[in-house]
């Protein structure tokens, strides 16, 4: 009998494919719950978020300062999402670079030498930056303002050394010689030979720096590093913030007289009382001594109280072991609008203080004041804290209110 007239009699030569159908069959139904699932996904409010909401969700999610990593997170939810974090400029202007001593040591580690071998593409990260670099700034537009952040961590350090322990990143730092036009902030913990790349530039649109820079250890903050040296002749017209930590300042290189925020950590006394003068337009002046600094230069005979005029003062803040230091500052100076005063005071130690205050909110008539003290680095009970603002606020007759503050 002839298979042609009875096409059934094949069914059981194909006995064999039934798995294979029944598996075809599965992977139908997945794909179309797949399908189902996506279609659903579609319609879900998150994902259907104008992207400016969006935009907004992410940036209040990505961590201050931002990394690589973060945005990179957000860019893989979803096509949208994606296309938003891929597509703002906004996200890419802030670049953050962490320095770890471990990743940037001029000789390889055991680990280095052993991932090499196992791996023919590895790339020490130290030769990553540029090019890493360079699509960031490229997914930042051609125009935004951009912020640079440059922290060479002091955690991966375990002793002291007599020469700085980070390789010079020349190539990177070169590059973003080439961008100087663009940059709207700068916050550098660099070592002091890493601004040779930075001297005589022109920044036309930055407006807040921060340096903290050192030598050799960067846990050990001296004081004695001359910045302007480094930074000397920058042309920064709108220049309105710094903020400096151990390093001596001279009336060069900062344009003084345009800042309106001003904040000095661990300086000496010296340089403060030259640059205070010029400080014209500032509305906040932070300034924190080198302990033991003052006490050496308050011997000197020739040292008069430094007559400062700063008509737009508001918040003063001053901190050193010595009383005297305030003392001197208050006692030639002329804030009118001045509205708070922070300092650390010691109970043994008031000397004449408290009179300076008095004749300072004499001197410029001022209707209220606010007295900030930090606690912490205090030797003073609140209780004593309170009554001398009492005794002020009785001998002037102006209200003094007690803050208790910190003093960053």
Sequence with gaps: ???????????????????????QGDGYHRRHDQNEMGLRNDWAPIFTCPPEILLQIIQYAIPVPPSLASILRFGAVCRQWRTVAWSSTELWSRICLNFQYSEYQPNSTPEDVHRMRQDLYYTPRRDMDVPLMQQWIARAGPTRPLSLRINCSVFSLQSRFHKC???EPSRLLTMFNYIVNRWDRLDLCIPLSWFTYFRGLSFPQLSSIKLQTFDTDPRVLRSDIAIGDFVIDWATPFLRSVELHGVEVSPRPFPWAQLSHIALYDTRPEGFLEVLPLCRSAVEIKVTILWGTYQLLRINPLLR?????????????????????????????FAPQAQRITTNLFWDRLGNLPTSITSFVKRCKLRKLALGVNFDESQIPLKHAEELCVEISRQTGVPIALKETSLR
């Design 165 to 167: 322990p980070f390789t």
């Design 1 to 23: 009998m002839s298979s042609q007239n009875y096409p059934y009699t094949s069914i059981p030569n194909h006995q064999h494919s039934l798995p294979g159908l029944q598996n």
């Design 305 to 333: 109280p430094t007559q400062s005029d700063l008509p737009q003062l508001e918040h003063l803040l001053m901190f050193a072991e010595d009383p005297e230091f305030q003392v001197h500052i208050l006692s030639g100076l």
